[in-house]
T-cell receptor, first 114, second 111 residues
Framework: KAGVTQTPRYLIKTRGQQVTLSCSPI?????VSWYQQTPGQGLQFLFE???????NKGNFPGRFSGRQFSNSRSEMNVSTLELGDSALYLC?????????????FGEGSWLTVV | GQQVMQIPQYQHVQEGEDFTTYCNSS?????IQWYKQRPGGHPVFLIQ?????EVKKQKRLTFQIGEAKKNSSLHITATQTTDVGTYFC???????????FGTGTKLQVIP
C-alpha cells in the first residue's frame, strides 16, 4: 500500500510569507505527527493529531499550526516565515496514537526561506 | 522536559568493524524505538523495545533496553557500507506523551 505522501516536496518562500504543507497518511492510519529536522537541532516534534484532535504539541511558537481532517489527511501552516524556519518538515503516520505505535515517515517537505 | 541524548554524535569506522550507539533518556520511557535515516532520506523504523532488559536481534544489529527503561543501545557487528546513515532512538514518557527523538548518531563506514 502507498506510504505517507507529503506535498510539496520542495519549496522556497520569502521571509514574512506563510506556507502550508500537506500530508496524506497511510491508508487506515488515524494518527499523524509532524517534525522539523534541521542539522543543528535534529528531529523536533511539532504536533500530533489523532481523529482530528490535537493530542500533543511541541515547543514551537504560535506561528506553527496544524490540523487534521476527517479523512486523516493533515496540514501544517507556518505564518510570518523566518530564515530559521528553513528545514525539512517530516510528517509521520501510525495506526494508533500511543507508546507502542510504529511511526512511518514521509519523504518530507524541504522548505527554504530566503 | 524530557531529553534523549545519544552518543557518540559521529562515528567513522572501517568496513568490517563493529559499531555501537547509546541512547540515554532523562526519564523512564514506555518503550524505545530505533530509526535509521540514510543521507537525503527520511527516518525508517527499525525496531521497538518494550520490556525491561529486552534484547532483540536483526541480522547484524543487536538492540538492548536497560532495566530502568531509560537507556538503550544499538550494536552493529561487522559494519558494511550499506549501514551508513544516522541512527535515532525515540520514546515516549508514557501514555499519549509526545515522542522525543534522540540527538542521533551519524555513522560513516570507510570501505
Amino acid at each position: 500500500k502507498a506510504g505517507v505522501t507529503q506535498t510539496p516536496r520542495y519549496l522556497i518562500k520569502t521571509r514574512g510569507q506563510q506556507v502550508t504543507l500537506s500530508c496524506s497518511p497511510i491508508s487506515g492510519h488515524r494518527s499523524v505527527s509532524w517534525y522539523q529536522q534541521t542539522p543543528g537541532q535534529g528531529l523536533q516534534f511539532l504536533f500530533e493529531y489523532f481523529s482530528e484532535t490535537q493530542r500533543n504539541k511541541g515547543n514551537f511558537p504560535g506561528r506553527f499550526s496544524g490540523r487534521q481532517f476527517s479523512n486523516s489527511r493533515s496540514e501544517m501552516n507556518v505564518s510570518t516565515l523566518e530564515l530559521g524556519d528553513s528545514a525539512l518538515y517530516l510528517c509521520a503516520s501510525s495506526f494508533i496514537a500511543g507508546p507502542e505505535s510504529t511511526i512511518y515517515f514521509g519523504e518530507g517537505s524541504w522548505l527554504t526561506v530566503v | 522536559g524530557q531529553q534523549v541524548m545519544q552518543i557518540p554524535q559521529y562515528q567513522h569506522v572501517q568496513e568490517g568493524e563493529d559499531f555501537t550507539t547509546y541512547c540515554n533518556s532523562s526519564t523512564t520511557l514506555s518503550n524505545i524505538q530505533w530509526y535509521k535515516q540514510r543521507p537525503g532520506g527520511h527516518p525508517v523504523f527499525l525496531i521497538q523495545l518494550v520490556k525491561s532488559g529486552e534484547v532483540k536481534k536483526q541480522k547484524r544489529l543487536t538492540f538492548q533496553i536497560g532495566e530502568a527503561k531509560k537507556n538503550s543501545s544499538l550494536h552493529i557487528t561487522a559494519t558494511q557500507t550499506t549501514d551508513v546513515g544516522t541512527y535515532f532512538c525515540a520514546g515516549r514518557a508514557g501514555g499519549y506523551q509526545k515522542v522525543t527523538f534522540g540527538t542521533g548518531t551519524k555513522l560513516q563506514v570507510i570501505p
